[in-house]
């Protein structure tokens, strides 16, 4: 089992060109990928002004709240009010949806896979709830220390806003333990596209 843990702590904060926020950029596939050659990428901003999230085009996202007020998400179908108990929202990376915080600034949590390289999803995790998936690539990132068991066994003791992530986890029986009934965690998976 390989399993890399990436706290957002380590990874240094790239200040947004608009002054908005910044953004820890915690993992890209394929390893060692350009910011013009990414498959998939997960990161984590912290917002800190209203304003409009960046476009991009041919890229499908996911926005997830991990802490803080929570923001309001303007879309095509509608406002999306968002704090950390809310299911993550998907939408397409072109719309560059505007950006509404609640009061006071938040941290959340980014998934964007370019669809003609694969496919992506991201969910909120239920405690002691058993995740199977036949991707390649898995992860969880967690708002809280928790611990990460796989087919049973603890793999990881997780500290508190840390992405772990294996690309050989095809099949295997992920869950995370905590004390609470509703753990502030989100799994994410990758399965990048068969050439042809």
């Known amino acids: 089992m390989s399993l890399q843990l ?8 790239q200040a947004w060109r608009n002054g908005g926020g910044s953004t820890h950029e915690l993992f890209t596939w394929p390893a060692g990928a350009t910011p013009d050659s990414w498959q998939m990428r997960v990161s984590v901003a912290e917002i800190t002004r209203d304003g409009p999230f960046s476009v991009y085009e041919g890229v499908d996202r996911w926005f997830a709240v991990v802490d803080g007020a929570g923001v309001v998400l303007t879309l095509p179908d509608g406002r999306h ?10 939408f397409d990376g072109g719309l560059a949806p505007h950006c509404s915080l609640n009061h006071r600034d938040t941290r959340d949590l980014n998934l964007m896979v370019r669809r003609d390289q694969g496919r992506g ?76």
Do not use: C
């Open 6 to 13: 990436i706290e957002t702590r380590r990874i240094p904060a």
């Open 81 to 90: 009010m968002l704090d950390p108990q809310s299911p993550p929202v998907r």
């Open 121 to 196: 999803s991201m969910l909120r995790v239920k405690n002691d709830d058993e995740w199977l998936s036949s991707a390649t690539l898995r992860a969880v990132y967690v708002a809280e220390p928790l611990t990460l068991q796989i087919d049973d066994a603890d793999a990881a003791q997780l500290p508190a806003h840390t992405l772990a992530v294996s690309t050989y986890a095809r099949r295997q029986r992920w869950r995370v333990r905590g004390d609470s009934d509703t753990p502030a965690a989100w799994w994410i998976e990758f399965e990048p596209r068969a050439s042809p």
